[in-house]
């Protein structure tokens, strides 16, 4: 299964991840991001891989 993997401490809290796949990841109250769910599958490995794609600071990752 696919799993998309966040680095807490890149996060600067853009949030463009949230708005390119928010049933997988938000940010929390200190606008650092966090998996909703970190196993992703396949309808959605397009959506993690978006989020990923939308992150300037390479937060995310995504492993198949």
Do not use: F, W
Not at 29 to 56: F, H, M, N, T
């Amino acid at each position: 299964m696919t799993q998309i993997h966040a680095d807490r401490a890149r996060c600067e809290g853009y949030g463009n991840c949230v708005m390119a796949a928010p049933e997988l990841v938000d940010l929390d109250d200190d606008g650092v991001v966090i998996l909703i769910r970190d196993r992703v599958d396949e309808a959605e490995v397009s959506k993690a891989e978006s989020a990923v794609r939308a992150c300037p600071v390479n937060a995310l990752r995504v492993d198949k």
